[in-house]
């Protein structure tokens, strides 16, 4: 199975990566649109218990602009998403979406701006 996005274990607790994230984010130019309590929806809506998981929708507005400038129909893949969970070793896993397998795959003139993105989520993912 291939990788899906960036994805990094990470050293803390899951309540402090989660606490951690946003400011990393923000220092790269993101801020979080979207929070997601994956196991707590599961719960309500399906009566399942499931792991800790949570899925931040951040976005870059500059980045954003000029890929939605360029093409309008792109929106369907922002905010960019990544998700935090926590496996049952309790270890925490970030995985941040890759622009380059979503973005830039669908549309390759976008590589410049999905490059950029990709840079600025992995310093984030090495910042964790």
Same mark, same amino acid.
């Given at each position: +199975?291939?990788?899906?996005? +960036?994805? &990094? !274990? $990470?050293?803390?607790?899951?309540?402090?990566? #989660?606490?951690?994230?946003?400011?990393?984010? &923000?220092?790269?130019?993101?801020?979080?649109?979207?929070?997601? =309590?994956?196991?707590?929806?599961?719960?309500?809506?399906?009566?399942?218990?499931?792991?800790?998981?949570?899925?931040?929708?951040?976005?870059? !507005? &500059?980045?954003?602009?000029?890929?939605? /400038?360029?093409?309008?129909?792109?929106?369907? +893949? #922002? !905010?960019?998403?990544?998700? $935090?969970?926590?496996? =049952? /070793?309790? %270890?925490?896993?970030?995985?941040? $979406?890759? !622009?380059?397998?979503?973005?830039?795959? %669908? =549309?390759? /003139?976008? %590589?410049?701006?999905?490059?950029? $993105?990709?840079?600025?989520?992995?310093?984030?993912?090495?910042?964790?």
């Amino acid at each position: +199975m291939a990788e899906l996005g +960036m994805r &990094k !274990p $990470v050293k803390g607790t899951y309540d402090e990566v #989660l606490a951690r994230l946003p400011e990393l984010l &923000k220092a790269e130019g993101f801020g979080v649109l979207t929070r997601i =309590d994956v196991k707590a929806t599961l719960k309500e809506k399906l009566g399942v218990d499931f792991r800790r998981y949570q899925i931040l929708g951040a976005c870059n !507005p &500059k980045l954003a602009h000029q890929a939605l /400038s360029h093409q309008i129909a792109l929106g369907v +893949m #922002l !905010p960019c998403n990544v998700a $935090v969970w926590e496996e =049952d /070793s309790g %270890q925490v896993v970030v995985n941040a $979406v890759d !622009p380059l397998q979503t973005i830039a795959a %669908q =549309d390759p /003139s976008l %590589q410049p701006i999905a490059t950029q $993105v990709r840079e600025r989520l992995a310093r984030v993912l090495a910042a964790v």
